[in-house]
């Protein structure tokens, strides 16, 4: 489940899951989806963090790297609103196919773009500068993800960035195998340190890196 991370106790997690909203149905059912399956989602906690967060900035052109099923993406596009273009990226033809599907049935699919492949490349192959940058890709690319996101967005927007805390690993020294723990370290590392940013990390699920491109 989205709230498992063991950032918080599991009393407060429950509390702050409990006294969210109720879904549409397409959200709950994307949700029941990746808890059946183990698909990795940012659950509606943070759903709802990235729609405030695309909304108060005014976020119209969005770029997501790592969409999975397209949950977030919902969250993103239906913040964005009418004549926004977000796009999705993805690994998977199959969790694009499905994403595709979900979009499709939220209402969204007029504003979004779909992109299968590796999210790094997809980036680089887009023109423009973006409003809001979420990077939710394998841990291992973070600190590269973060290096190549950053120059794309525009003054006063927003790189988002997914699993910060990565269930309180960053805490101690990474394993050498480790290199998952090594690149969130390292891109908290990073984003804090840039003269670009001005960062904040939100202990928040499992931990939520949100800079403001200065």
Known sequence: MWAASGITTKNVENYLYGILPKRDAILSEMERFAAKRDVPIVGPA??????FLAQISGARRIFEMGSAIGYSTIWLARAAGQGAEVHYSDGDPEKARQASGYITRAGVADRVRIHVGNSLELLAETSGDFDLIFIDVDKHYYPAAAKLAIPRVRSGGLLITDNTLWS????????????????????NRLVYGSPELYTVLLPIRDGVTICRKL
């Not at 943070?46 to 729609?51: E, F, K, N, P």
């Not at 690993?169 to 891109?187: C, H, I």
């Open 46 to 51: 943070v759903g709802r963090l990235l729609y």
């Open 168 to 187: 309180g690993k960053v805490t101690r020294k990474a394993a050498k195998k480790d290199a998952d723990t090594r690149g969130v370290q390292q891109l």
